[in-house]
């Protein structure tokens, strides 16, 4: 899919205005606080999510405006299509080919993006969580009812969690913990078997991207850290006794602590370049690439899966790549629709074909041809 018009009004600090990006690499650069990420954001809108950088509806309205209104052309499904959002004080109306919808995340079966900010670092940089809500979020877009299973098997959590604080003042019922290991070790088994179907998808494609952005010299590697003893063969009876194991020779230990130390809410992605443990040895391009690389990697999946392009979002990522890195960015992924923003305009210099945009002061004006 791709975008072909944008129009903004009243959306935080850009000047009423439209664009017309290509189906290709679309670079936005300006000076700091100019207003490129908020056109970003405009664009990300539209697959439904809230703004990522988790601000308030309200926050989105120009200063001094009553409301801001976005529209979007698309194609998608091979047909030309419309999408408006409009934000009021307190309402979001949301309409779909001028058909108005009950909320933003209706449009996200027919609008589909993928972003990257600077604050997606912590994949790499920060604990395990990142890692498992990264893998679960992607599954999530394309088995939604995955969605439900993570619901049940945290609720199934916090029960455990419960009963293990309970069990130290009520011994009578340490009978009962056993229905519990059986029924939380049934639902992470069936989420690690989604986690490792995605999980392979995942390394062979974030592999291929890495190597492209490092001039094959680094070899991106990934191994799912089990929280349990257990080898990673794909089946769901291996994978909930191997689990139910650990949680019977855990228990002590959990009694104790009166949290669950076993589990998918305890598992995690270990990366590897070159061998060695990215977070602890990587630098900060190495770190970048391979966090640019899972993004491309996922939108790829998503491509796979529902047989359609994802819109490509890179908030300032060509900062503390190298040339040949930059390069490889702006040259290799044009095969579909992609918006980088950056500070530097040198950049657009090492752009073979796309389309180049300036931020000024809220005022985005298309440069060159
Ligand atoms: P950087 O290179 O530093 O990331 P940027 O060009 O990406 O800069 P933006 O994050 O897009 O900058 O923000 C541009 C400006 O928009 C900021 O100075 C910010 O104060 C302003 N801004 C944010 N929200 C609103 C709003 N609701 N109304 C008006 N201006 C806003
Ligand atoms: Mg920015």
């Given amino acids: 899919m791709n975008i072909t018009r944008l129009q903004f009004e009243g959306y935080r600090n850009l000047k009423d205005n439209f664009i017309l990006p290509k189906n290709g690499i679309n670079v936005i650069h300006g000076d700091n606080a100019q207003g490129k990420t908020n056109l970003l954001e405009a664009l990300w809108l539209f697959n439904g999510s809230r703004s990522f ?29 419309t999408a408006e959002i409009i934000i009021t004080n307190g309402k979001k109306i949301v309409t779909l080919n001028g058909v108005e919808k009950s909320s933003a995340s209706e449009l996200s079966g027919s609008i589909c993006s993928v972003i990257f900010t600077p604050d997606h670092l ?14 679960d979020n992607a599954i999530v877009q394309i088995k939604p009812s995955y ?50 179907k995605y999980f392979d998808m995942l390394c062979e494609s974030a ?14 590697k990934m191994e ?7 080898d990673g063969e794909h089946d769901v009876q291996k994978i909930k006794s191997a689990m139910l194991d650990k949680l019977t020779k855990n228990r002590e230990e959990d009694l104790q602590n009166r949290v669950t130390s076993c589990g998918v809410h305890r598992d995690d992605i270990d990366i590897f370049i070159n061998e060695k443990k990215t977070r602890i040895y990587g630098s900060q391009g190495q770190q970048r690439s391979v966090v640019l690389s899972l993004k491309l990697a996922e939108a790829e999946i998503l491509k796979e899966t529902i047989d359609e392009e994802p819109i490509i979002l890179l ?9 040949a890195r930059q390069r490889y960015l702006l040259n290799n992924i044009n ?19 796309g389309k180049v945009f300036m931020v000024k002061g809220g005022v985005v004006k298309k440069q060159g041809k």
Avoid at 70 to 81: H, N, W
Avoid at 315 to 323: I, T
Avoid at 335 to 353: E, G, H, W, Y
């Fill in 335 to 353: 095969n579909r629709q992609v918006f980088i923003t950056c500070c530097d305009p040198s950049n657009v210099a090492k752009l073979s074909d």
């Fill in 53 to 81: 950088r988790g601000s308030k509806d309200n926050e989105l309205i120009g200063f001094g405006r009553d409301f801001a209104r976005l529209t979007i052309m698309f194609t998608s499904a091979q047909r030309d299509q």
């Fill in 207 to 220: 592999k291929k991207y890495h190597s492209g952005l490092s001039s094959e010299n680094e070899d991106l």
């Fill in 122 to 135: 912590s994949l790499v940089k920060e604990g395990p969580a990142e890692r498992r809500k990264f893998i």
């Fill in 315 to 323: 908030d300032d990522v060509l900062s503390e790549l190298d040339s």
């Fill in 147 to 196: 969605y439900s299973l993570l619901n049940r098997y945290n609720q199934t959590l916090s029960q455990r969690n419960a009963l293990l604080k309970e069990i130290y003042y009520k011994k009578e019922l340490l009978d009962t913990l056993s229905i519990w290991d059986e029924h939380l070790s049934q639902l992470g088994a069936a989420i690690t078997e989604q986690r490792l």
């Fill in 224 to 230: 799912y850290a089990f929280s349990y003893d257990y």
